[in-house]
């Protein structure tokens, strides 16, 4: 039976923030629309106000330029990032999604003895508004464009 669409199967998924590709640091991305802290939906809304959460599970790295040092030492700050699901080149059938990731949380450091050091966060996307006809989500835009 052959396949009518294409799916995303997690290999060769790129992962940047800024020019840098940590997608060898990371076993999981997510992310996720939530509702935005203080806003206030009434019945004649639908959804005023969103927030995206980038969550993050890597593995931990002492050595300078590591996602894990990229965390701790850029704390406070903001950076792009870009998501391209189905790797290589983003294009018609193959969109990046991008936005600016606010280092708001700091990494745990938790060792098990002969197990590699994992590490989980969640992190703030810069809500930079909606305009939809401009493919901008609440912050994240999804571009096609080769």
Excluded: C
């Excluded at 003895?113 to 590490?119: G, I, L, S």
């Amino acid at each position: 039976m052959a396949i009518a669409k294409p799916r995303i199967v997690a290999r060769d998924i790129v992962f940047k923030i800024g020019s840098t590709s940590y997608a060898p640091e990371v076993n999981s991305v997510e992310l996720t629309l939530g509702d935005a802290p203080g806003g206030v939906q009434t019945f004649g809304e639908v959804r005023v106000h969103g927030e995206w959460a980038l969550a993050l599970n890597g593995f931990v790295s002492p050595v300078s330029g590591s996602l894990y040092r990229l965390l701790w030492d850029n704390f406070g700050t903001e950076a792009t990032f870009t998501i391209t699901p189905g790797g290589g080149t983003e294009g018609t059938d193959n969109p990046s999604y991008t936005g600016t990731v606010i280092f708001n949380e700091l990494p745990p450091l938790s060792i098990t003895a002969n197990e590699e050091v994992a590490f989980s966060v969640t992190l703030r996307v810069k809500n930079t508004g909606l305009d939809t006809s401009a493919k901008l989500y609440y912050g994240v835009t999804i571009d096609t464009t080769a």
